[in-house]
C-alpha cells in the first residue's frame, strides 16, 4: 500500500495591492488542505512584476492573513530572490530551440490584428481575450523584422508553441478536483495551443509568471495547486512547460470566484472588498469566511 504524502500548498499574492475576499478564500482553502492533511502551506510571494511590487502591500499581505488566523511556513519565497533560476529554465528552453524574440509590439500585433479582422479574416484571441501572435510575425514588413532583428535591443522572448508541442511524446494531462469554468473535473486533456506563442520573458529580465509558477512549484515540491477558477486556461501552459523542463505535475485545484456587485471579479482596485477596509469597518474573521461562503466550526 503506497503510503498518502503529505500536501504542500501555496497561495502565491502578487504584492501590487490589498488582499481582497477572493484571496481570503484562496489562502484559507490552502491552509485547510495543509491542516487537514497534516501538510505544509507556504506563502509565495508573486514580485516578478517590480515596477508595480511595494513593500507596504507585502507587509500588508502577511498582516491580513494572520488577521484571519492563518499559520503558515516561515520560509517564505520572494520570486524577485529567484531570478537566475527562471533565467536558467528560459535558457534550457532556448537551448531547445523554442524561444523566439518577438519583435511586435504591443501596438502593431493589436493593430494588426483589428485590421485582419475588419477585412473579414479571423485572428485568433487566447484565453484571456489577448491576441495570438503569429510566429512569422509576418503582419510587419520583412525589412522592419530584418532590421529590428540586427539592432539586437531587448526582446520578448517568446514560446515556439507548435514546436513545444512538436516535442510531446504523450498527450498533456492533469487532475483536476476542483472545477473549470465549464464545469471542466477529473482528467484533463490539456491544450495550449488556445494561448499561441505565449511570452516567457524579455532578453533584459527573465521569468514570466508562467515560467516563475512552474519552476516554483517544482522547487518548492507544491503537491496541489489550489487557486481561483480564472487560471484554470492557464494551467495548460503551465502543463506544457512542466514536460519540457521535465519537472513533476501537483494536481490542481481551481476553486469559485467571488464576484462583486457587477459580477465581475474582484480586483485589487476593489476597495469596498479589501480585507483592510472590511476590518477597518468592523468585519471580523468570522465574518469574512461566512462572506466567502465558507461554514464556521461549532468550535
Ligand atoms: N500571483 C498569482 C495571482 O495572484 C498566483 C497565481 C497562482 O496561484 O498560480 O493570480
Known amino acids: 500500500m503506497t503510503e498518502a504524502k503529505a500536501p504542500i500548498v501555496r497561495f502565491a499574492p502578487s504584492p501590487n495591492g490589498h488582499l481582497h475576499l477572493g484571496h481570503a478564500l484562496s489562502a484559507i482553502l490552502n491552509a485547510q488542505a495543509a491542516e ?40 517564505v519565497r520572494r520570486e524577485s530572490h529567484h531570478l537566475a533560476e527562471y533565467g536558467a529554465a528560459l535558457q534550457r528552453l532556448t537551448d531547445m530551440g523554442l524561444v523566439r524574440r518577438s519583435v511586435a509590439s504591443r501596438r502593431e500585433i493589436a493593430e494588426a490584428a483589428a485590421a485582419a479582422q475588419e477585412a473579414g479574416a479571423p485572428w485568433r484571441r487566447d484565453p484571456d481575450g489577448g491576441w ?43 487532475h483536476e478536483t476542483g472545477l473549470g469554468p465549464d464545469g471542466e473535473t477529473g482528467r484533463i486533456e490539456a491544450d495550449p495551443a488556445i494561448w499561441g506563442d505565449i511570452v516567457l520573458g524579455r532578453s533584459d529580465a527573465p521569468g514570466s509568471y508562467h515560467l ?21 486556461h492557464s494551467t495548460a501552459i503551465h502543463r506544457l512547460l512542466q514536460a519540457l523542463l521535465g519537472l513533476p505535475v501537483p494536481t490542481y485545484r481551481h476553486h469559485r470566484l467571488i464576484l462583486g456587485e457587477d459580477g465581475r471579479k474582484l ?33
Not at 469596498?272 to 476590518?279: D, G, H, I, P, Y
Open 36 to 75: 487537514t492533511g497534516h501538510g505544509r502551506f507556504l506563502i509565495r510571494i508573486d514580485d516578478l512584476d517590480q515596477g508595480r511590487a511595494r513593500p507596504e502591500f507585502e507587509q500588508a499581505i502577511f498582516e491580513d492573513l494572520s488577521w484571519l488566523g492563518l499559520h503558515w511556513d516561515p520560509e
Open 132 to 174: 495570438h501572435v503569429p510566429p512569422d510575425e509576418a503582419f510587419l514588413p520583412a525589412a522592419t523584422i530584418a532590421e529590428r532583428v540586427a539592432e539586437n535591443r531587448p526582446a520578448t522572448l517568446r514560446l515556439r508553441m507548435v514546436d513545444a508541442l512538436a516535442r510531446l511524446d504523450e498527450p498533456l494531462v492533469f
Open 212 to 232: 516563475a509558477v512552474v519552476v516554483d512549484d517544482a522547487v518548492q515540491s507544491i503537491t496541489e495547486v489550489i487557486r481561483g477558477r480564472d487560471l484554470f
Open 267 to 299: 480586483s485589487k482596485s476593489c476597495g469596498a472588498t479589501s480585507l483592510r477596509e472590511l476590518r477597518a469597518g468592523g468585519t471580523t474573521p468570522d465574518d469574512v469566511r461566512r462572506l466567502v461562503g465558507l461554514t464556521i466550526d461549532a468550535n
